[in-house]
């Protein structure tokens, strides 16, 4: 039996410029389709914030896409538009607490949540996650995210959301980044022998980002080469931001439960992810997808995959049966092309 994860025939090469490809993600030979998780209903942001309007619903398309890389690091360019609060009166430093613990955990630090823009209009509202590697910073998201041709989904700029107070929570910064430059997208995207790969990858200058930046991001050393090491049922966390919800004072996502739906270190239906069940939502895509190391001081992560769209059956009757509940994970090991220098 052969356990290779996402890596098998895995290619790249330099980006090229957007071009329109269609394409659905279902297994060969059968009529299942998948649904992409885009966010239409955000809740509503803080006064400081961008608010997200519905957009047309986004389906992923995997079959067929050529492969595009990133030129180079991306500046990130502070917004303003969630500038640290400010108090009348000097407060004495906390003694630390609980919340400095937390601090170490990637599953709220190493997560943001990925607005996403066109000129001044605002499009939607998905997840992603910050991956370490060799000392350069990345932003990892759903490729579709980035862009989709089948719903014409092209944003020309994305935000993110940093802490910049590990003691203050309520202090944060929003960084924008451009999503072309002289004509190229500045994202690193891949296929393999199963076709497009619904992840993206964009690094980030870490001189640009905010003064004080809390990040926790995962690196080379939450991944897990050790396939026979999770069965199916094991419990997963994916935290993330689902139709925009999340902690709107702390600007902390939350965190959905779900368990490993098919045998973990086989690409299923030949493509290269496997399957959660876990009832997700329109805006997790990009989601980090964790299981927890036992027996540690703190919370200690291991990097299964990311969450990228719900699963279901294109023969299903809406109105008799249930949806699978079922989503697809690309393996996380395809960040290791993703990120080579």
Not at 123 to 143: K, P
Not at 176 to 185: C, F, K, V
Not at 212 to 218: K, M, Q, T
Not at 294 to 305: K, S
């Amino acid at each position: 039996m052969v356990r290779d994860g996402a890596s098998r025939c895995l290619r790249a090469r330099p980006s090229t410029r957007l071009k329109r490809h269609g394409g659905t993600l279902g297994p060969d030979g059968t009529s299942a389709r998948t649904e992409p998780v885009m966010p239409t209903i955000p809740s509503p942001p803080p006064a400081s914030s961008t608010s997200t309007p519905p957009p047309a619903q986004a389906t992923t398309n995997p079959a067929g896409a050529e492969v595009r890389a990133s030129p180079g690091a991306v500046s990130g360019q502070l917004a303003g538009a969630a500038e640290p609060s400010s108090s009348a009166e000097p407060r004495p430093a906390p003694a630390p607490t609980a919340i400095d613990a937390r601090t170490l955990d990637e599953a709220l630090f190493g997560v943001t949540r990925v607005l996403t823009h066109a000129g001044e209009k605002s499009l939607t509202s998905a997840s992603g996650f910050f991956f370490e590697r060799d000392g350069r910073l990345f932003l990892v998201t759903s490729r579709h995210v980035l862009f989709d041709a089948p719903s014409e989904h092209a944003p020309d700029r994305i935000e993110i959301e940093v802490h910049t107070d590990a003691r203050d929570l309520t202090r944060m910064s929003t960084v924008s980044i451009l999503l072309h430059r002289d004509g190229l997208s500045v994202w690193r995207d891949a296929h393999d022998s199963g076709g497009e790969v619904d992840v993206a990858t964009i690094e980030l200058e870490r001189a640009q980002m905010p003064p004080g930046s809390v990040l926790r991001p995962f690196g080379v050393a939450h991944l897990t080469a050790d396939f026979d090491r999770f069965a199916v049922g094991d419990r997963l966390a994916i935290p993330g931001f689902p139709l925009g919800f999340f902690d709107t004072v702390h600007h902390l996502p939350v965190v959905r439960q779900a368990s490993i739906a098919s045998s973990f270190g086989i690409r299923f239906q030949g493509q290269g992810f496997f399957l959660t069940d876990a009832r997700m939502h329109r805006g997790s895509s990009g989601s980090p997808v964790l299981a927890l190391r036992e027996g540690t001081e703190r919370p200690c992560r291991i990097l299964l995959g990311v969450h990228s769209s719900r699963m279901d059956m294109a023969t299903r009757d809406q109105e008799l049966d249930e949806s699978l509940g079922l989503n697809c994970a690309w393996y996380a090991d395809i960040l290791m092309a993703l990120t080579e220098a």
